[in-house]
């Protein structure tokens, strides 16, 4: 079972939708929790973390984090074709000293005009 | 402007040769990370500093090495006993903080030649 599970995609949605991508995890004692964005060819750009149970808002982007489900998703509202990225779920466990972030291999989400 | 600066952006490596891929920052941050990402993969831990003049080994640092002589540099050589090192070279850098994820460089794209 791998640490962090995403789709893998492509998850395609009209300009002005709603995308709302999933994340799994293992590690029961995860701390954090982090989204990043990676346009084609680029490097990833942190987009939100979320710590606590619950919704996190940011702009068009809302985090949401079930500890006892080990899920973490994250929604765009009112999508854009600039939005067409792969989405990066991280987490951070807790391992001691050293808390390891583990990224998942991301869902590729396509725009459509 | 504070950043992580990477370079090269590509780099040819030939049979048996050695090369070095540096990464600075100008952040003030304690933590800095080398990740591999290959396609369809998650990104994968290297070596990992927190302090400078100490850093560990991560997920896959054999074939690789880091030094941290100073806290804005985390210089990666590949050397030849990395069998497969074509890849796409990411640096990283975080506060070391929970709370915080991590800024990322824009990446060194390596090609065996």
């Known amino acids: 079972q791998k640490e962090v599970e995403q789709n893998s995609g492509p998850l395609s949605v009209p300009e002005g939708a709603i995308a709302s991508l999933n994340c799994t995890y293992s590690?029961?004692?995860?701390?954090?929790f982090f989204w990043y964005r990676q346009y084609s060819g680029k490097s990833p750009e942190l987009i939100m973390s979320?710590?606590?149970?619950g919704d996190k808002e940011d702009g068009r982007f809302t985090a949401q984090l079930n500890k006892a489900s080990q899920y973490v998703s994250l929604l765009i509202r009112d999508s854009q074709p600039s939005d067409s990225a792969t989405y990066l779920c991280?987490?951070?466990?807790?391992?001691?000293?050293?808390?390891?972030?583990?990224f998942g291999t991301g869902t590729k989400l396509q725009v459509i005009p | 402007d504070g950043g992580i600066t990477q370079s090269p952006k590509y780099l040819f490596r030939k049979e048996g040769q050695n090369v070095t891929l540096s990464c600075e920052q100008n952040?003030?941050?304690?933590?800095m990370y080398w990740y591999r990402q290959d396609p369809g993969q998650g990104l994968r831990l290297i070596y990992y500093?927190?302090?400078?003049?100490?850093?560990q080994k991560g997920d896959i640092a054999e074939g690789y090495s880091v030094s941290r002589e100073k806290k804005e540099s985390f210089p990666l050589t590949v050397t030849s006993a990395q069998k497969n090192p074509t890849a796409f070279y990411l640096c990283?850098?975080?506060?070391?903080?929970?709370?915080?994820?991590?800024?990322f460089g824009s990446g060194t794209r390596l090609t065996v030649v």
């Open positions: 990283a850098s975080s506060m070391g903080r929970e709370d915080y994820g991590y800024t």
């Open positions: 590690d029961r004692g995860s701390q954090s």
């Open positions: 979320i710590y606590s149970n």
């Open positions: 991280a987490v951070r466990g807790d391992s001691g000293g050293y808390q390891k972030v583990t």
């Open positions: 952040l003030n941050h304690d933590a």
């Open positions: 500093s927190q302090i400078v003049n100490d850093f």
